[in-house]
């Protein structure tokens, strides 16, 4: 689904989502740079879900065979799951921020949170999170071209250690992704686990707070094209008053 020039929605649950592809899956992005395309998360790649999101990268008119890279914005099993078999496929260059690369590497059940998780019944008891070997462990800043336009990672822990926002400069506009880290209106998404810490999180989206763009394109939920730094200024407004803002769901 095209969003812009720069930007497609190419995956996404029907519950959380846009029900591009599988049922669990975070949105999945995918960034046009001309000569190259990049992915922003790829959801848990369960049952048909990687070849649904090819076939709406073909749908939107883009050469699925241009994909060089993957953006990870943080390990959960929603959003990288599928990372090693997006891999595989289609020979991507993985990309995740150095404080998130171990966990996906050794897809570690504690660390990923996919344990809890299924305990909490989020996710089908028999799903098998792969080990994703990590080619590109991003630091803060740092700044990947993509063909014409290119992607800046910035570290934004709180959510979970390792999460990362990416801020793409695009042809005309600018974009933040932002994964688990904020939502629409502000909302952010604590969760009982252990890596999940308020005061890191409260850093993250000062941070986030002082970022231009124009469009607001988290990991789940709606999405804004325009005016989108004030989702994340919502969010930061209430932590300087000492309170989490609203939760997510
Ligand atoms: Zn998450």
């Known amino acids: 689904m095209r969003l812009t020039e720069d930007v497609y929605l190419v995956g996404g649950s029907p519950s959380v989502g846009f029900g591009l592809s599988g049922e669990i899956d975070s949105h999945v992005y995918c960034i046009d740079g001309g000569s190259e395309l990049a992915l922003v998360d790829c959801g848990m790649a369960a049952g048909t879900s990687l070849e649904e999101i090819l076939a709406n990268i073909r749908d939107d008119g883009l050469d699925p065979g241009k994909l060089g890279s993957l953006f990870i914005t943080h390990y959960h099993t929603d959003h990288a799951g599928g990372a090693a078999a997006f891999r595989r496929r289609l020979g991507l260059k993985v990309g995740i921020s150095h404080e998130g690369a171990e966990a996906l590497r050794t897809a570690d059940e504690y660390w990923t949170g996919l344990g809890l998780a299924k305990r909490a019944g989020f996710y089908p008891q028999d799903y098998v999170y792969e080990p994703c070997p990590v080619d590109r462990e991003l630091h803060d800043g740092d700044t990947i071209p993509i063909g014409e336009v290119a992607l800046t990672m910035y570290e934004t822990p709180g959510h979970c250690n390792g999460h990362g926002c990416y801020l793409l400069q695009g042809r005309r506009k600018r974009y933040l992704f932002t994964g688990d880290c904020v939502f629409f209106g502000g909302e952010i998404l604590l969760q009982n686990i252990p890596d999940c810490n308020i005061q890191r999180y ?48």
């Open 202 to 249: 409260a850093a993250s989206v000062a941070k986030l707070a002082e970022l231009e763009y124009d469009a607001f394109l988290p990991g789940h939920m709606a999405l804004s094209l325009r005016d989108g730094t004030r989702h994340v200024r919502a969010a930061h407004a209430a932590f300087e008053k000492l309170l989490p803002p609203k939760q997510l769901l």
